[in-house]
Protein backbone atom coordinates (compact mmCIF):
# COMPACT_ATOMS: atom_id res chain seq x y z
CA UNK A 1 0.00 0.00 0.00
CA UNK A 2 1.22 3.55 -1.07
CA UNK A 3 2.36 6.02 2.14
CA UNK A 4 -0.46 8.16 0.72
CA UNK A 5 -3.09 5.85 0.67
CA UNK A 6 -2.30 4.43 4.02
CA UNK A 7 -1.99 8.07 5.20
CA UNK A 8 -5.86 8.66 3.31
CA UNK A 9 -7.46 5.58 5.16
CA UNK A 10 -6.16 6.63 8.69
CA UNK A 11 -7.71 10.12 8.06
CA UNK A 12 -10.81 8.57 6.85
CA UNK A 13 -11.23 6.09 9.21
CA UNK A 14 -10.73 9.12 11.80
CA UNK A 15 -13.03 11.19 10.55
CA UNK A 16 -15.74 8.59 10.10
CA UNK A 17 -15.24 7.38 13.52
CA UNK A 18 -15.57 11.02 14.85
CA UNK A 19 -18.96 11.24 12.80
CA UNK A 20 -21.06 8.51 14.03
CA UNK A 21 -19.40 8.98 17.40
CA UNK A 22 -20.60 12.77 17.48
CA UNK A 23 -23.43 13.02 14.89
CA UNK A 24 -25.38 9.89 16.12
CA UNK A 25 -24.03 10.70 19.66
CA UNK A 26 -25.89 13.76 19.62
CA UNK A 27 -29.05 12.22 18.35
CA UNK A 28 -28.68 9.15 21.13
CA UNK A 29 -28.80 11.48 24.09
CA UNK A 30 -30.71 14.08 22.79
CA UNK A 31 -28.56 16.80 22.67
CA UNK A 32 -30.39 20.14 21.55
CA UNK A 33 -33.31 18.43 19.19
CA UNK A 34 -33.08 18.58 15.52
CA UNK A 35 -30.90 21.44 15.52
CA UNK A 36 -28.53 20.37 18.10
CA UNK A 37 -28.17 16.71 15.76
CA UNK A 38 -27.70 18.97 12.77
CA UNK A 39 -24.97 21.15 13.96
CA UNK A 40 -23.10 18.08 15.21
CA UNK A 41 -23.10 16.64 11.75
CA UNK A 42 -22.17 19.89 10.24
CA UNK A 43 -19.53 20.57 12.54
CA UNK A 44 -17.78 17.54 12.59
CA UNK A 45 -17.60 17.65 8.83
CA UNK A 46 -16.23 20.86 9.15
CA UNK A 47 -13.80 20.14 11.55
CA UNK A 48 -12.43 17.37 9.82
CA UNK A 49 -12.45 18.68 6.08
CA UNK A 50 -9.91 21.66 7.37
CA UNK A 51 -8.00 19.02 9.42
CA UNK A 52 -7.74 16.18 7.24
CA UNK A 53 -8.37 17.65 4.01
CA UNK A 54 -5.23 18.03 2.65
CA UNK A 55 -4.72 14.27 3.66
CA UNK A 56 -7.53 12.39 2.53
CA UNK A 57 -10.25 14.65 1.10
CA UNK A 58 -12.58 14.34 3.86
CA UNK A 59 -15.16 12.45 2.18
CA UNK A 60 -15.58 10.20 5.27
CA UNK A 61 -18.94 9.17 3.40
CA UNK A 62 -19.05 5.88 1.31
CA UNK A 63 -21.74 8.38 -1.20
CA UNK A 64 -19.16 10.96 -1.36
CA UNK A 65 -16.70 8.85 -2.51
CA UNK A 66 -19.06 7.05 -5.07
CA UNK A 67 -19.59 10.93 -6.51
CA UNK A 68 -16.14 11.49 -6.73
CA UNK A 69 -15.80 7.85 -8.51
CA UNK A 70 -18.81 9.09 -11.12
CA UNK A 71 -17.20 12.41 -12.00
CA UNK A 72 -13.46 10.84 -12.25
CA UNK A 73 -11.89 12.34 -9.35
CA UNK A 74 -10.74 8.87 -7.92
CA UNK A 75 -9.46 5.65 -9.33
CA UNK A 76 -11.70 2.43 -8.68
CA UNK A 77 -9.34 0.89 -6.26
CA UNK A 78 -8.65 4.19 -3.86
CA UNK A 79 -12.36 4.17 -3.57
CA UNK A 80 -13.30 0.64 -2.98
CA UNK A 81 -10.40 1.32 0.02
CA UNK A 82 -11.91 4.37 1.28
CA UNK A 83 -15.32 2.94 1.43
CA UNK A 84 -14.28 -0.14 3.19
CA UNK A 85 -12.35 2.27 5.60
CA UNK A 86 -15.23 4.38 6.24
CA UNK A 87 -17.45 1.13 6.99
CA UNK A 88 -15.05 -0.06 9.37
CA UNK A 89 -14.93 3.66 11.18
CA UNK A 90 -18.83 3.98 11.28
CA UNK A 91 -18.91 0.94 13.06
CA UNK A 92 -15.77 1.34 15.45
CA UNK A 93 -17.42 4.63 16.37
CA UNK A 94 -20.86 3.05 17.24
CA UNK A 95 -19.60 0.20 19.07
CA UNK A 96 -17.50 2.86 21.35
CA UNK A 97 -21.01 5.04 21.51
CA UNK A 98 -22.53 2.07 22.77
CA UNK A 99 -19.56 1.49 25.17
CA UNK A 100 -20.16 5.12 26.72
CA UNK A 101 -23.91 4.90 26.83
CA UNK A 102 -23.56 1.67 28.66
CA UNK A 103 -25.35 -0.20 25.95
CA UNK A 104 -27.64 -0.05 23.27
CA UNK A 105 -30.82 1.25 25.08
CA UNK A 106 -30.15 4.97 23.99
CA UNK A 107 -30.80 3.52 20.30
CA UNK A 108 -27.47 4.90 19.12
CA UNK A 109 -29.02 7.40 16.99
CA UNK A 110 -30.05 4.60 14.85
CA UNK A 111 -31.61 6.44 11.72
CA UNK A 112 -35.14 6.04 10.97
CA UNK A 113 -38.18 6.53 8.20
CA UNK A 114 -41.13 8.28 10.03
CA UNK A 115 -44.02 6.93 11.00
CA UNK A 116 -47.52 8.60 12.19
CA UNK A 117 -45.27 11.57 11.95
CA UNK A 118 -47.31 14.91 12.18
CA UNK A 119 -47.31 17.74 9.70
CA UNK A 120 -49.66 20.41 10.51
CA UNK A 121 -52.49 18.23 11.14
CA UNK A 122 -51.40 15.64 8.77
CA UNK A 123 -50.19 12.15 9.38
CA UNK A 124 -47.08 11.23 7.35
CA UNK A 125 -45.42 7.96 6.94
CA UNK A 126 -42.64 7.37 4.93
CA UNK A 127 -42.12 4.58 2.96
CA UNK A 128 -39.27 2.78 1.96
CA UNK A 129 -39.13 4.12 -1.79
CA UNK A 130 -39.83 7.38 -0.25
CA UNK A 131 -36.92 7.17 1.66
CA UNK A 132 -34.60 6.41 -0.98
CA UNK A 133 -35.70 9.32 -2.87
CA UNK A 134 -35.81 11.88 0.14
CA UNK A 135 -32.13 10.65 0.81
CA UNK A 136 -31.24 10.24 -2.97
CA UNK A 137 -32.21 14.01 -2.97
CA UNK A 138 -30.31 15.17 0.12
CA UNK A 139 -27.46 13.39 -0.73
CA UNK A 140 -27.35 14.95 -4.42
CA UNK A 141 -27.13 18.52 -2.27
CA UNK A 142 -23.88 17.34 -0.22
CA UNK A 143 -21.92 15.31 -3.44
CA UNK A 144 -22.89 18.43 -5.34
CA UNK A 145 -21.67 21.05 -2.40
CA UNK A 146 -18.24 18.61 -2.52
CA UNK A 147 -17.77 19.03 -5.84
CA UNK A 148 -18.55 22.37 -6.82
CA UNK A 149 -17.07 24.05 -4.15
CA UNK A 150 -13.79 21.47 -2.68
CA UNK A 151 -13.15 19.37 -5.88
CA UNK A 152 -13.44 22.07 -8.09
CA UNK A 153 -11.18 24.87 -6.35
CA UNK A 154 -13.92 27.27 -6.72
CA UNK A 155 -14.84 28.25 -2.72
CA UNK A 156 -11.00 28.22 -1.71
CA UNK A 157 -10.46 28.17 2.11
CA UNK A 158 -14.63 28.25 2.34
CA UNK A 159 -14.71 24.57 1.08
CA UNK A 160 -15.24 23.36 4.66
CA UNK A 161 -17.80 25.49 5.31
CA UNK A 162 -20.36 25.51 2.38
CA UNK A 163 -20.12 21.30 3.00
CA UNK A 164 -20.74 21.64 6.55
CA UNK A 165 -23.35 23.84 6.34
CA UNK A 166 -25.26 21.92 3.45
CA UNK A 167 -25.00 19.05 5.84
CA UNK A 168 -26.71 21.15 8.42
CA UNK A 169 -29.34 22.15 6.18
CA UNK A 170 -30.36 18.53 4.83
CA UNK A 171 -29.97 17.35 8.54
CA UNK A 172 -32.75 20.28 9.78
CA UNK A 173 -35.36 19.22 6.76
CA UNK A 174 -34.91 15.41 6.22
CA UNK A 175 -34.12 14.51 9.89
CA UNK A 176 -37.58 13.94 11.10
CA UNK A 177 -38.22 11.72 7.80
CA UNK A 178 -35.67 9.57 7.23
CA UNK A 179 -32.99 10.27 9.65
CA UNK A 180 -31.24 12.34 6.98
CA UNK A 181 -28.30 9.72 6.97
CA UNK A 182 -26.97 11.10 3.52
CA UNK A 183 -24.49 8.28 4.55
CA UNK A 184 -23.90 4.75 4.56
CA UNK A 185 -21.29 4.73 7.09
CA UNK A 186 -23.42 6.93 9.66
CA UNK A 187 -26.83 4.17 9.51
CA UNK A 188 -24.54 1.03 8.89
CA UNK A 189 -22.69 1.25 12.30
CA UNK A 190 -25.37 2.20 14.86
CA UNK A 191 -28.00 0.03 13.07
CA UNK A 192 -25.28 -2.94 13.33
CA UNK A 193 -24.25 -2.39 16.92
CA UNK A 194 -27.70 -1.81 18.21
CA UNK A 195 -29.24 -4.87 16.30
CA UNK A 196 -31.82 -2.47 14.22
CA UNK A 197 -31.28 -2.72 10.86
CA UNK A 198 -35.17 -2.46 9.56
CA UNK A 199 -34.78 -1.22 6.28
CA UNK A 200 -30.73 -0.02 6.40
CA UNK A 201 -30.52 -0.91 2.06
CA UNK A 202 -32.66 2.58 2.36
CA UNK A 203 -29.67 3.98 3.52
CA UNK A 204 -27.31 2.67 0.89
CA UNK A 205 -29.39 2.67 -2.33
CA UNK A 206 -30.64 6.16 -1.59
CA UNK A 207 -27.47 8.18 -1.07
CA UNK A 208 -25.63 6.30 -3.22
CA UNK A 209 -27.79 6.90 -6.32
CA UNK A 210 -27.92 11.02 -5.33
CA UNK A 211 -24.23 10.39 -5.17
CA UNK A 212 -23.58 9.17 -8.36
CA UNK A 213 -25.98 11.43 -10.01
CA UNK A 214 -24.57 14.47 -8.54
CA UNK A 215 -21.36 13.10 -9.40
CA UNK A 216 -22.36 12.46 -13.38
CA UNK A 217 -23.67 16.20 -13.43
CA UNK A 218 -20.61 17.55 -12.65
CA UNK A 219 -18.37 15.81 -14.82
CA UNK A 220 -20.90 15.67 -17.76
CA UNK A 221 -22.11 19.41 -17.45
CA UNK A 222 -20.80 21.60 -14.77
CA UNK A 223 -17.05 21.10 -14.90
CA UNK A 224 -15.08 23.77 -16.13
Known sequence: MQAGLSKALVAEFIGTFALIFIGAGAGAIGAGGLVGVALAHGLVVLGFAYAYGHISGTHINPAVTCSLLAAGKIDAGRAVA??????????????????????????????????????????????????????????????????????????????????????????????????????PARSLGPALVASNTANLWVYFVGPIAGGVLAGLLYRLFLED
Open 82 to 183: YIVTQLAGGLAGAYLLSVVLGGTGSGLGVTALAQNLQVGGTTVSISAGMGCLIEAILTFFLANAVLNAAVSGKAGNLAGVAIGLTLVFTILMGGPLTGASLN
